[in-house]
Structures are given as C-alpha cells and as structure tokens.
C-alpha cells in the first residue's frame, strides 16, 4: 500500500499539473474558439478539481495507514462523486455503474446488461461449513444459524434482481465456448426457462452469426448513435401528489428557510432526499473553518476545560484559543495543516483567537454568562414540531439569550435582521423561551469581524444595533410564509419562483395572492447556495410553460 500522505501529495502534483494544461488550454481557445481548445479547457479544470478533492480526502486520513489500490479506487469514486459541481464541465450521460454481482445491482435502471450469463462466471456458494454436532453445539451456546438451504434462497433471489430491477430492458449476455469446452447457459437460466411462455427466450436470443452477417438487430437501436433529446423545460408549476411534497416531518431552521426560499429546491433536497455526493459536500474554506471555530469558542466557554469567565481577561481568551487551535487543528480542520496552506492556517488562527477575546469582552460589557454550548430546543411552529440547537445560551439574572456563531457575512447578516429575514435567531429564541412572556434577546457574533449584530437593542452593550422587525415580528412573518406555502404544497402544486415564469398566476388560484416580496414571510432565491441547477433549469425568454 501507499502512505496516505505520499498519495495525497501525488494528488497535489497532479492538480498543479492539470492547472498548467488548463491555462495553455483556456489561452489557446482565446486565440482561436474553433479549435476545440475550450473542451479541453473544461476537462482539464473538471481533472484538477477531482485531483484537490481526492487530496483532501487523502489528508484526512491517518497519516501511518497504507492505502490498497482498492482503497484508493473507492476514494477516487467519491472524488468523482457529482464532479460536474466541482468545475464547469458539460454534463453529460455519465458511465454506466458496474457491479461485481447480480446480487449488486441495487438500484432500478433502465437498461442491466448482465455480462457472462454463463454457469461458473462467477463465485458460487461454498458447501455448508457445519456439520450437524457443529451446529448443535453453535445452537447450545446461544448462536442462531441460517437453517440449511436459506443461502440457496438468498443465492435465487440475488440472480432476480438484475431482471426485477431493469425498467426498460434487460441484456443477457452469454457463450457457448470457454476455450475448447461448452459453456453451460448460468442456473438463472432454467428459472426462466419454466417462468416464460415456450419459445419467448429464443424469440428474443440475438444469436452473434446473425450480427456479423449484417442481419437485422432487435436493440440495434440501444447500441446505434442516438441523437441529444430536448433539454428539459422548468415549469412554472408541477402537479405532484400532495402527501409527497407537504411538509410533515419536523421542522428545523434550515429546511424552514429552504422551504420560505424556495419550495422547489425544498422538496427536492426535504422530501425526496436529493443531496450532493460525500465527495463534493466535503467542508473547505469558510465553512471548514466556521465549524472548527465553533467548538473552540463553545469549548472555551462551556467545555471540561473552559475558561475561568469571571477572572479572565481578554488576552487569557485570546491565548486560551490560540492553543486549542494548535493542538487540534490537524484532526479537526486537516487542509489547514496541509504544505502550502500555512498562510491560511496562521490566518485562520488569529481569526480564531481574536474572535474569543472579542467574544468575552461583549459579554461581559452587557453582564451575561455563558451557560451552556449547543443546547437542544423544541418546541412548535405554526403548529408543527420544530427543534434545533443554539450555539451558544448566555443567562443574567435569570433570563436567557441566544447567541449564534457565524464565521463571516457581516453585511448578509446586517440585511437579514434588517428586513426580518435572521429566521434561525427568531426560532430559536421562541423555542428557548417557550411558555415565556417575552421572548429571549437573539444576537449574531461575526468571528471575522468581533461584532455582535442585535435588533434588541440595550440587552447587549457594545453590539452593533441594527434597526429592523423585532425577533416577534420575524418569527410571525415566517410563520404566514409557512403556512401560505403549505397550502400551495398540500394543494399538489409544486411551483419554481424563478424570474421570467408565471408561477405566482398558478398558486394564487390555489391559495391565493403570495406573499410580498421584502417581507419576513418572502425571501430571495437561494440560486448561490443551490445543488439543483442540473434539474432547475432557467427558462428561456421564448420557452415559458405554464
């Protein structure tokens, strides 16, 4: 095997190598745009990106482990993952998915090709391993066996699946030779034999004489050229059955604000489970270090070695963070500690520790103490279970506030308590007071930039006061979207918001007129942060499909 560090330094090499042909590549299609330079450019961009994928998956693993090639194929394959993602490439049909088995084939498809449907072409089943005083034994000291003859059954049923599984045709490939012998057609064979009406196998068998004689093929069609269909057109709106796209399951802040953004990609992420290859959802930059940053502050304030809160000062904290970074930055945030990146990580580290001193000092000048990190809060609403978990609660005098750790987005945080739009701090404020007169004081601490963003203003001396709906007002205003986008959904009404489609024609005839726009219950679409652009497609000016 290979030491993990040694593969993700090749790794490394080949990114860098694949950038150079990227940069001769892109300057060549500038010079001339026929010569089909700007494929290559894409290729060679898609190559380095799965190459730094692949390198962090390498750095994270133990740095004594031995890597096999198969473990490096497995790596690789989540590397790969959705890699279109990772760079602007074409997409196109991706290579078929290989299985080792019949048995493998897990998943349906609309074409299973099952390549050597020959007796012996792959491993059958060893002979019972037990004889029956072994069994009795086994049985006497507790452990149950498969009864004789159930991994024949099971060995039967892995044969279906290829078939069971196949959505428009199935492929049976076979032999009559192996060498100078005859090769027997694989057991399955009998199977359908006595299953299908006399003569349906042969009426479809493509024996390999008539091929090469240039007769007739009945899947010509399957291995001729075939030419690209239309792309898909979005809807406005999409008719689907109600049950499959209403929300039920219990709510958090962010599917809430998924939801209030866009119920397309809501359902799309929420209901029916579509979420980005391991591979390409890896943390990195901002949102590597967002998390990292989290337990060190969480840890300094609420962990088994926590800051003394009442006698230290600002330079305890700031030391206290610098040393929790040095000595788990290489499990907890591995990239930073990677050749190259030490720039980056001295960055990250004075971030870190600027932001604990920071953070100490705002709460001491408002007179709260930290007492508890990622608490779990539940609780309802718009009469649905909600729940989720507060960074961080800080008490005075018996009443509790929420703090929320963000590693950057100053300005994007300003807006969104600015237009009532901070859902997450309102949420988690009225799950924390629930029952409670008034609600809990909320805050944003930017780590970036040691600020404290509120609307409550005189609950947090020194935070930065930004004018806008107070914590009750953005919760009510969410709530109405809630409510007014469920009734869309459970109508069996689907719509995308995207500019340029009429779909605010199609839900007001289901629920009426949607919200306005600068509203807490309306927000802006989420496209930035958004997975789906493969089956979202933006519509043209002369395409519009209502």
Not at 36 to 65: F, K, M, N
Not at 279 to 301: C, K, N, S
Not at 447 to 476: I, K
């Amino acid at each position: 095997g290979i030491p993990a560090p040694e593969a993700a330094a090749r790794c490394a090499q080949v990114a860098t190598w694949a950038g150079g042909r990227l940069a001769g590549a892109a300057e060549a299609a500038d010079e001339d745009p026929a010569s089909g330079a700007g494929d290559d450019a894409q290729l060679w961009s898609h190559a380095a990106a799965v190459a730094r994928t692949l390198e962090r998956l390498l750095v994270a693993r133990p740095p004594g482990e031995l890597l096999t090639a198969q473990a490096l194929l497995q790596l690789h394959d989540l590397a790969v993952g959705s890699g279109a993602e990772l760079a602007a490439f074409q997409r196109e049909a991706g290579r078929p998915a290989l299985a080792a088995s019949p048995a493998a084939v897990v998943a349906p498809s609309a074409t299973v090709l099952w390549w050597g449907f020959v007796a012996g072409a792959e491993p059958g089943l060893p002979p019972e391993p037990w004889t029956e005083a072994e069994r009795a034994a086994l049985a006497a000291a507790g452990l149950a066996l498969a009864p004789l003859g159930e991994r024949r059954g099971v060995e039967a049923d892995g044969w279906r699946r290829p078939i069971l599984m196949a959505r428009e045709r199935a492929v049976l490939v076979r032999w009559r030779l192996a060498g100078a012998e005859p090769a027997a057609p694989h057991p399955f064979h009998d199977e359908l034999s006595t299953r299908l009406a006399p003569g349906s196998l042969e009426a479809c068998a493509l024996p390999s004489e008539r091929v090469l004689a240039g007769g007739a093929a009945p899947f010509a069609a399957a291995t001729g050229p075939v030419a690209p269909g239309a792309p898909m057109a979005q809807k406005a709106a999409w008719r689907v059955p109600g049950d499959a796209v209403a929300p039920v399951r219990d709510l958090s802040a962010s599917s809430l604000e998924t939801l209030l953004g866009c119920p397309f990609r809501w359902a799309l992420e929420h209901q029916a489970g579509l979420r980005p290859g391991r591979g390409v959802d890896l943390p990195e930059g901002a949102r590597l270090l967002g998390d990292f940053a989290h337990r060190i502050l969480q840890d300094m304030l609420c962990g088994p070695a926590k800051l003394d809160f009442d006698r230290a000062d600002e330079a305890e904290a700031h030391a206290w963070a610098a040393r929790a970074f040095d000595d788990r930055v290489a499990t907890e945030a591995a990239p930073l500690v990677r050749r190259g990146a030490e720039v980056e990580r001295d960055r990250a580290r004075t971030l870190v520790a600027d932001a604990a001193a920071a953070l100490l000092r705002l709460l001491r000048q408002g007179g709260w103490r930290p007492v508890d990190a990622e608490r779990e809060v539940s609780g309802t609403f718009a009469g649905r279970r909600a729940m989720g978990y507060v960074d961080l609660v800080v008490e005075k005098g018996g009443r509790e506030a929420v703090v929320d750790l963000k590693v950057s987005g100053l300005r994007y945080r300003r807006d969104a308590l600015a237009s009532g739009h901070a859902l997450q701090l309102a949420l988690y404020a009225s799950l924390l007071g629930a029952g409670k007169k008034a609600m809990p004081p909320t805050g944003y601490f930017i780590l970036s930039e040691g600020q404290l963003l509120t609307v409550d203003a005189g609950d947090f001396p020194g935070a930065a006061v930004v004018e806008g709906p107070t914590t009750r007002e953005a919760l009510a205003g969410a709530e109405e979207g809630f409510r007014y986008w469920d009734r869309v959904l459970s109508g069996g009404l689907l719509p995308s918001l995207q500019d340029g489609l009429p779909w605010e024609e199609a839900v007001t005839g289901a629920a009426g007129p949607p919200p306005e726009e600068g509203t807490p219950a309306r927000r802006e679409l989420p496209c930035a942060f958004c997975h789906y652009a493969a089956v979202c497609v933006p519509p043209a000016a002369e395409e519009v499909s209502p």
